[in-house]
């Protein structure tokens, strides 16, 4: 990226073409770093080629991990004598269609035409070279050739710039920046074993067995909260709720966040971010359970607290005695899509819904504390995932202050 020549110059710095570095760190271009090697693709129509034990890389088999020792499809010995062998170690780059995703390959094997991989010289890190590509993502894209499928060409790869210190400081900056990504991968691992202590909780204390909900003619689940030993009912939905549906609300007339009288939330039938759409200066329903009527989503339910507005792709269930709470919305949404109809368009329409039979505790109060028990374990997922955030941020910064050399790890010697 250019930078302004009038700014001052730190002492121990310089200007070069890709910013402000350090007076003993060098630019270099990709092809310094090694072999550069673009894969390809044994034929297919040779079956001694495929289904072997050696991997075969496509940009689909990269992930948001550093490291790669498998993937999807993978090839034999034969298949890997007619195309070019990458060793352990190698680093790939996607740089066709989807462009700008790098992985290490941990093992010996082979990639698609869509990948460049980079085999390192000994003068280089590749742990180093893999931060600098993780941060130079935006720039590959936006170096990619405008044709039907984007593309960065084998030339425009092997010129582009980077600034790179002694293998010493390419190490030190490596390790520092890999212990950050481990204690990421730790988070990232609590929040996913929370997340299935939470749904065995749900299916223990709703009686649900492989993904259907147990009906046993009302019995309650063998597993109850301490101070419940109530029966269950089994009920309609339409006997329960008020079955209807939110309504047409043109997404341009939303604010993003809340803003003023724009508070209250507006749910569509996306999944992103729960399904908020966005804010709205006026509300249709106060805590009720929704579900997605129409589309890929169709079948998903949630709950929704406090006044909200939701647009004619929801279905929408409303109880005064209590009935709309996070325990119901769960039960629903353990048997809902199977009511789902796939001829055409996915479909989960109010005649059906207002039809469908659960099984639900008769007490509301045994629902709410279901329902308090998943909100507790629902916010300590959140706080972790809040705090993961927060780390993933500082990697970001790690790495604009380390490999541009404005924190250095090493003496510059």
Request: net charge positive; glycine share 6%; charged share 25%.
């Given at each position: 990226m250019a930078t302004d020549t009038k700014q001052k110059i730190p002492a121990g710095y310089k200007q070069t073409e890709v910013g402000v570095i350090p007076e003993d760190w060098e630019i270099k271009n990709v092809i310094d770093f090694g072999s550069i090697v673009t894969g390809s693709t044994p034929s297919t129509k040779v079956k001694d080629y495929w289904n072997g034990n050696i991997?075969?890389?496509?940009?689909?088999?990269?992930?948001?991990?550093?490291?790669?020792?498998?993937?999807?499809?993978?090839?034999?010995?034969?298949?890997?004598?007619?195309?070019?062998?990458?060793?352990?170690n190698s680093l790939l780059v996607t740089c066709i269609a989807s462009i700008g995703k790098n992985t290490i390959l941990r093992r010996d094997g082979a990639s698609n035409q869509q990948i460049n991989a980079i085999i390192p010289n000994g003068n280089y890190n590749v742990n180093y070279l893999y931060y600098n590509f993780e941060k130079a993502k935006n720039y590959l894209i936006g170096h990619a050739g405008i044709t039907a499928t984007n593309i960065v060409s084998k030339q425009t790869f092997a010129l582009i710039k980077f600034a790179v210190p002694s293998l010493q400081e390419q190490?030190?900056?490596?390790?520092?920046?890999?212990?950050?990504?481990?204690?990421?991968?730790?988070?990232?691992?609590?929040?996913?074993?929370?997340?299935?202590?939470?749904?065995?909780?749900?299916?223990?204390?709703?009686?649900?067995?492989?993904?259907?909900?147990k009906m046993d003619n009302g019995l309650a689940p063998k597993r109850r909260l301490p101070g419940f030993s109530g029966e269950w009912e089994v009920r309609r939905i339409g006997d329960i709720f008020r079955v209807t549906r939110g309504?047409?609300?043109?997404?341009?007339?939303?604010?993003?966040?809340?803003?003023?009288?724009?508070?209250?939330?507006?749910?569509?039938?996306?999944?992103?971010?729960?399904?908020l759409a966005g804010f709205y200066n006026d509300y249709l329903f106060e805590d009720c359970i929704t579900w997605t009527t129409d589309g890929?989503?169709?079948?998903?339910?949630?709950?929704?607290?406090?006044?909200?507005?939701?647009?004619?792709?929801?279905?929408?269930?409303?109880?005064?005695?209590?009935?709309?709470?996070?325990?119901?919305?769960?039960?629903?949404?353990?048997?809902?899509?199977?009511?789902?109809?796939?001829?055409?368009?996915?479909?989960?329409?109010?005649?059906?819904?207002?039809?469908?039979?659960?099984?639900?505790?008769?007490?509301?109060?045994?629902q709410n504390a279901i329902?308090?028990?998943?909100?507790?374990?629902?916010?300590?997922?959140?706080?972790?995932?809040?705090?993961?955030?927060k780390y993933r941020q500082m990697k970001i910064g790690m790495m604009q202050q380390l490999l541009t050399g404005k924190i250095r790890l090493i003496d510059k010697g």
């Open positions: 991997p075969w890389i496509t940009p689909t088999d990269i992930t948001s991990k550093k490291d790669i020792y498998d993937s999807e499809r993978k090839i034999t010995t034969k298949g890997l004598s007619v195309i070019r062998k990458l060793p352990a190490t030190a900056i490596a390790d520092a920046l890999s212990d950050a990504d481990a204690l990421i991968e730790k988070l990232e691992k609590l929040i996913e074993k929370k997340k299935q202590i939470k749904q065995g909780a749900m299916q223990e204390l709703l009686g649900i067995d492989n993904g259907q909900l309504q047409v609300l043109a997404m341009t007339k939303l604010q993003s966040s809340k803003m003023g009288e724009y508070k209250y939330p507006v749910y569509s039938s996306q999944t992103h971010r729960d399904g890929a989503n169709a079948g998903e339910v949630k709950y929704r607290s406090g006044k909200f507005y939701c647009t004619n792709v929801c279905g929408v269930l409303e109880s005064k005695a209590g009935y709309a709470n996070p325990c119901i919305a769960a039960i629903f949404n353990s048997i809902s899509r199977k009511y789902v109809s796939y001829v055409g368009n996915p479909k989960l329409m109010n005649n059906t819904v207002a039809d469908i039979v659960i099984r639900i505790p008769k007490a509301i109060d045994e329902a308090e028990a998943f909100l507790d374990m629902k916010k300590e997922i959140t706080k972790q995932e809040a705090i993961l955030a």
